[in-house]
């Protein structure tokens, strides 16, 4: 079956500090990656997708980068948190079904002090 | 860009009420999919709308696609405690390759 593993589930950061977040898939082979935030209560944000290995495009500028180093693993980074980093982040791969929905990992809930 | 927007941003309703509700693209659509998320949890896909005029049912649940693929609806009938959360409709970009979601209708369930 396939699965999305992302951790870690929970963080608090201060201003300033790097972040690594870290999504993997299981059961399924070259899919489309994507990293969505969610602020409290409000809409999904499109970060980043990949299609590929190395290949990332981002959605919005920001002080966050991705990076695909294996097909089934995606990554989230900064080198400097600020406060508006705070929110609820979300991996998503799609690839995964024959209607091309998207499948979300658990999120991981950042908080910067 | 595409832009996709839901109402109401909130909805409240007793339980065994009937609750709808709307998605609206600024451009036409190839598909539409519909997401829940229940509180503190992740999204999870419901059902995704392909052709213009269809209508789909899960249970309790109906889904339409308008005719021009510009905007959809979800109808619950005689809401349950278990259906609170928050309802996201998405389609797919210009490109094909990225979901822009709309922004949420969340829903309370009193029981």
């Known amino acids: 079956s396939q699965t999305i593993h992302q951790w870690p589930a929970t963080l608090v950061q201060p201003v300033g500090s790097p972040l690594s977040l870290e999504c993997t898939v299981e059961g399924t082979s070259n899919p489309n990656l994507y990293w969505y935030r969610q602020a409290a209560g409000r809409g999904l944000q499109l970060l980043f997708y990949?299609?590929?290995?190395?290949?990332i495009s981002s959605e919005v500028p920001q002080n966050l980068s991705a990076s695909r180093p294996q097909d089934r693993q995606f990554i989230l980074s900064s080198k400097k948190l600020l406060l508006s980093d705070s929110g609820f982040y979300l991996c998503a791969a799609n690839g995964l079904a024959s209607a091309g929905e998207l499948f979300f990992g658990e999120g991981s809930r950042l908080t910067v002090l | 860009g595409q832009q996709v927007m839901q109402i109401p941003q909130y909805q409240h309703v007793q339980e065994g009420e009937d609750f709808t509700t709307y998605c609206n693209s600024s451009t036409t659509l190839s598909n539409i999919q519909w997401y829940k998320q229940r509180p503190g949890g992740h999204p999870v896909f419901l059902i995704q709308?392909?052709?213009?005029?269809e209508v789909k049912k899960q249970k309790r649940l109906t889904f339409q696609f308008g005719e021009a693929k510009k905007n959809s609806s979800l109808h619950i009938t005689a809401t349950q405690t278990t259906d609170v959360g928050t309802y996201f409709c998405a389609g797919l970009d210009n490109y094909g390759q990225n979901f822009v979601f709309g922004p949420g209708t969340r829903l309370s369930v009193l029981p």
């Open positions: 709308l392909v052709k213009s005029g």
């Open positions: 990949s299609v590929g290995i190395g290949q």
